[in-house]
Antibody, heavy 121, light 107 residues
Framework: QVQLQESGPGLVKPSETLSLSCTVS????????WTWIRQPPAGGLEWIGY???????NYNPSLKSRVTVSVDRSKNQFFLKLTSVTAADTAFYYC???????????????WGQGTLVTVSS | DIQMTQSPSSLSASVGDRVTIACRTS??????LNWYQQKPGKAPMLLVS???SLQSGVPSRFSGSGFGTDFTLIISSLHPEDFATYYC?????????FGQGTKLEIK
C-alpha cells in the first residue's frame, strides 16, 4: 500500500524559505495528484496546493504568491517551497495523495505522518 | 472560498452513545463532502467521501448523509477508539476547505 513520509528542516528563520520533501513508497507517483496540507498546533486544516499527474499545479490563493509544489518522478518524491515565512507559517505540514476521479468527489488519502515546522529566529 | 461550519465544536459522550456531527457550507456543494478522523499526534484519515460513501475498512457504525449545504456524520454506537477530532472538507470548488473540527471527548 502507498505510504508517504515528509522530510525537511524543523526550524526555519523568519523571511527565509521553508522546503519540504515527501517520499512516496509502495507505488508509483506518476498516475496521481499530490498535495500539501498544513495545520497550526492546536489548529485547523488548511489546503496549500497540489501538483497533478501532468505536472500542472494549483495553489490556495491565500498562499499562492509564496508557494511552489514540484515533483521528481524519478525519485518518487514531491516537494513544497514556501518563501518569506513568518511565525504564522508555524504548523504541522502534511503531504498526501489527492484522489481525483471525473464525476466524483476529490479526496485526500493516504497522508504522511506530518512534520512540524517552526518559524523562529 | 466556500466556508465550512461544523457543530458542535466539541462534544462529550459515553461509550455506546449515538453521536451526530453537523457540517454546513456557505453555498451548495452537491455531494462533494468528505469526513476525516484525526487522533492526537496522527494525520487525518478519510472516513467518508462523496457525503455518504464509507471508505474500505471503516466500521459500519459510521455513516454520512446530506446534499447541498447540510451534511451529517453519525456514529451509531461509540467505541473507545472513536474519541478523536472530526473534520468535514469540501471538494466542490478550489480552494479545498475544511471545517474547524469537532472534538469528541469521553464523558
Amino acid at each position: 500500500q502507498v505510504q508517504l513520509q515528509e522530510s525537511g528542516p524543523g526550524l526555519v528563520k523568519p523571511s527565509e524559505t521553508l522546503s519540504l520533501s515527501c517520499t512516496v513508497s509502495g507505488g508509483s507517483i506518476s498516475p496521481y495528484y499530490w498535495t500539501w496540507i498544513r495545520q497550526p498546533p492546536a489548529g485547523g486544516l488548511e489546503w496549500i496546493g497540489y501538483i497533478s499527474n501532468s505536472g500542472s499545479t494549483n495553489y490556495n490563493p491565500s498562499l499562492k504568491s509564496r508557494v511552489t509544489v514540484s515533483v521528481d518522478r524519478s525519485k518518487n518524491q514531491f516537494f513544497l517551497k514556501l518563501t518569506s515565512v513568518t511565525a504564522a507559517d508555524t504548523a504541522f505540514y502534511y503531504c498526501a495523495r489527492l484522489v481525483v476521479v471525473a464525476g466524483e468527489c476529490d479526496w485526500f488519502g493516504p497522508w504522511g505522518q506530518g512534520t512540524l515546522v517552526t518559524v523562529s529566529s | 472560498d466556500i466556508q465550512m461550519t461544523q457543530s458542535p465544536s466539541s462534544l462529550s459522550a459515553s461509550v455506546g452513545d449515538r453521536v451526530t456531527i453537523a457540517c454546513r457550507t456557505s453555498q451548495s456543494i452537491h455531494n462533494s463532502l468528505n469526513w476525516y478522523q484525526q487522533k492526537p499526534g496522527k494525520a487525518p484519515m478519510l472516513l467518508v467521501s462523496g457525503a455518504s460513501s464509507l471508505q474500505s475498512g471503516v466500521p459500519s457504525r459510521f455513516s454520512g448523509s446530506g446534499f447541498g449545504t447540510d451534511f451529517t456524520l453519525i456514529i451509531s454506537s461509540l467505541h473507545p477508539e472513536d474519541f478523536a477530532t472530526y473534520y468535514c472538507q469540501q471538494s466542490y470548488s478550489l480552494p479545498y476547505t475544511f471545517g474547524q473540527g469537532t472534538k469528541l471527548e469521553i464523558k
